[in-house]
T-cell receptor
């Protein structure tokens, strides 16, 4: 059975700190890894990673995938209170796994002013 | 482009009743996936529809069913509701050939 594990499960930091969120996976026929941010309701899409070693960046957020070691990290620099959310990692597999994302438990990030 | 919309946003039902939730995908997206989110189990895949056909199904009992219409709108039905069905039900759409899914705001279902 496919498995996605995130760490830490929760993290409390102060504004301006840099955080690193981890995601490891065991997914048969792996195709891509996605990061989402969930505040109150709908998860919002952040990044999709398909190739090892290529960093994706969006403002203060960046992410990279290691397909040999089966993990990804999400970095947030100069954190702000608006970054407080649950960060979800999910994997998409090929084959007959149409439309199915397997999610990790999420990391709850709290940023204090 | 308008995002994914879901109705209703909140529902309170009694055990044994049935419920139908609706999802309208992003315009042009033909794939709709449904997920159940609970504090204990996180986000779990229910099923995926593409061009009115169910292509994939998660490990949920047969009380959970769905369908998709020719305009790509999708409905999910849960029959004989149980207390454990209380959850946030999310739908997500994606474009053909794409992996990234875009989520709607969800329907919060409470079963009493």
């Amino acid at each position: 059975e496919d498995k996605v594990v995130q760490s830490p499960l929760s993290l409390v930091v102060h504004e301006g700190d840099t955080v690193t969120l981890n995601c490891s996976y065991e997914v048969t026929n792996f195709r891509s890894l996605l990061w989402y941010k969930q505040e109150k309701k709908a998860p919002t899409f952040l990044f999709m990673l398909t190739s090892s070693g290529i960093e994706k960046k969006s403002g203060r957020l960046s992410s990279i995938l290691d397909k040999k070691e089966l993990f990804s990290i999400l970095n947030i620099t100069a954190t702000q209170t608006g970054d407080s959310a649950v960060y979800l990692c999910a994997c998409h597999a090929g084959g007959t796994s149409y439309g199915k994302l397997t999610f990790g438990q999420g990391t709850i990030l709290t940023v204090h002013p | 482009k308008a995002g994914v919309t879901q109705t209703p946003r909140y529902l309170i039902k009694t055990r044994g009743q049935q419920v139908t939730l609706s999802c309208s995908p992003i315009s042009g997206h033909r794939s709709v996936s449904w997920y159940q989110q609970t504090p204990g189990q996180g986000l779990q895949f229910l099923f995926e529809y593409f061009s009115e056909t169910q292509r994939n199904k998660g490990n949920f009992p047969g009380r959970f069913s769905g369908r998709q219409f020719s305009n790509s709108r999708s409905e999910m039905n849960v029959s004989t509701l149980e207390l454990g069905d209380s959850a946030l039900y999310l739908c997500a759409s994606r474009g053909t050939g794409a992996y990234e899914q875009y989520f709607g705001p969800g329907t919060r279902l409470t079963v009493t």
